[in-house]
Structure formats: structure tokens, C-alpha cells
């Protein structure tokens, strides 16, 4: 028995369910600048960084998003170097994008990562630097990263996937699929 799933992108139009098209090309564009300060301590030796980063973002679909990373470097006696950071991202909708169309257009799409979203992440590095371990290694360092995300989709509504299952050639009704969002459910 061969299963496979055939996912069905649709945009809405008037509430009804219609095929996605998307334009063939796309050009992108970014400029960022950033600022670093060395943090000293009182033996006049740098043991800490302060880090700000913007990023500007546009494209031909219309699509203009700003990003800003604030970081702070620190070492923990000799063999930590750890990193906490936090990272806002906003984000313009495509100009193809609608929760729901109301006319027809050329270019219709309703993929959450083109709508209007904003994003907040916040997390940590951590770096430990082992001695010698074995005489073929001179240096190892452990690294550990954690970040937690969140999104905030300002124009996606109550998403229902559909795609179609198909089961040896037969292809059977569509799924709607409830997904959590933001701590609440939409189906």
C-alpha cells in the first residue's frame, strides 16, 4: 500500500478556496550596520562585548522588514564565554498577500510567511573551552545554544490545511488541520 500526501496551497477569494500563484522572479535586497563595544574589566583586559545590529530588508514583492539583535559577550572565568541575546524582526505583507481576496488578481497567495508578522526571540550561547583532552587534541570547546521564538501573525486568520491524500491512485477529501498559534487554536 502506498500512501503519499499532496499538499494543495489556496488562497481565498470571497471565502472560497482558489489556487496560490506566485510571480516566477524575485530580487532581494538588504543593508545592515552594526555597533560592538569592549567591555573592560579593572587589569584594563577586555572580557565582555556589547553588540547592536539593525538589518533593513526589501524586495520586489513588495516585502520590507527590519530586524534588530542587541547581544552581550561575557566571559566566566577562564573557559565560559557565554551569550544571551534578544532579537526583534517586522516584517511588511507581500504586495500578493490577503487573508481573503476580494477580486480576483493575477498574483494571489495566502502563505503566513508573506503576510505582515512581527517576532521576538530571546536565548543564549554558552561555549566551554576544555584543556588538552587527549595528545592527537589540543583544544576542544562544548557549545550550547537555546532560543525561544515567537510570532505574532498580524493578517494570517484561522488557516485550513487541505491537503490530499491519495492511497494507491485513489484520492480521498481534504483534512482541516487545527494549528496552535500564539496560544490560541485555529482551525
Same mark, same amino acid.
Given at each position: 500500500?502506498?500512501?503519499?500526501?499532496?499538499?494543495?496551497?489556496?488562497?481565498?477569494?470571497?471565502?472560497?478556496?482558489?489556487?496560490?500563484?506566485?510571480?516566477? &522572479?524575485?530580487?532581494?535586497?538588504?543593508? @545592515?550596520?552594526?555597533?560592538?563595544?569592549?567591555?573592560?574589566?579593572?587589569?584594563?583586559?577586555?572580557?565582555?562585548?556589547?553588540?547592536?545590529?539593525?538589518?533593513?530588508?526589501?524586495?520586489?514583492?513588495?516585502?520590507?522588514?527590519? &530586524?534588530?539583535?542587541?547581544?552581550?559577550? #561575557?566571559?566566566?572565568?577562564?573557559?565560559?564565554?557565554?551569550?544571551?541575546?534578544?532579537?526583534?524582526?517586522?516584517?511588511?505583507? @507581500?504586495?500578493?498577500?490577503?487573508?481573503?481576496? #476580494? &477580486?480576483?488578481?493575477?498574483?494571489?497567495?495566502?502563505?503566513?510567511?508573506?503576510?505582515?508578522?512581527?517576532?521576538?526571540?530571546?536565548?543564549?550561547?554558552?561555549?566551554?573551552?576544555?584543556?588538552?583532552?587527549?595528545?592527537?587534541?589540543?583544544?576542544? &570547546?562544548?557549545?550550547?545554544?537555546?532560543?525561544?521564538?515567537?510570532?505574532?501573525?498580524?493578517?494570517?486568520?484561522?488557516? #485550513?490545511?487541505?491537503? #490530499?491524500?491519495?492511497?494507491?491512485?485513489?484520492?480521498?477529501?481534504?483534512?482541516?488541520?487545527?494549528?496552535?498559534?500564539?496560544?490560541?487554536?485555529?482551525?
Amino acid at each position: 500500500m502506498v500512501i503519499y500526501i499532496v499538499p494543495i496551497a489556496a488562497a481565498r477569494l470571497l471565502g472560497l478556496s482558489v489556487p496560490e500563484a506566485y510571480p516566477r &522572479t524575485r530580487d532581494s535586497y538588504a543593508m @545592515a550596520m552594526g555597533i560592538v563595544k569592549g567591555l573592560g574589566s579593572n587589569d584594563g583586559q577586555l572580557n565582555a562585548s556589547a553588540h547592536l545590529r539593525y538589518r533593513y530588508f526589501w524586495d520586489t514583492w513588495n516585502i520590507r522588514a527590519h &530586524t534588530v539583535d542587541l547581544r552581550y559577550v #561575557t566571559r566566566l572565568g577562564d573557559r565560559w564565554l557565554v551569550e544571551p541575546h534578544y532579537r526583534h524582526y517586522k516584517q511588511s505583507a @507581500a504586495s500578493f498577500y490577503a487573508n481573503d481576496f #476580494t &477580486t480576483q488578481m493575477v498574483f494571489m497567495a495566502r502563505d503566513r510567511e508573506l503576510s505582515d508578522f512581527s517576532s521576538n526571540a530571546l536565548g543564549a550561547k554558552a561555549s566551554y573551552h576544555c584543556s588538552i583532552i587527549a595528545s592527537v587534541l589540543t583544544a576542544v &570547546t562544548l557549545n550550547f545554544d537555546y532560543e525561544s521564538i515567537r510570532y505574532e501573525l498580524h493578517q494570517f486568520h484561522r488557516r #485550513t490545511i487541505g491537503p #490530499t491524500i491519495c492511497v494507491q491512485g485513489q484520492c480521498l477529501s481534504s483534512i482541516s488541520v487545527g494549528v496552535v498559534l500564539d496560544g490560541e487554536k485555529h482551525q
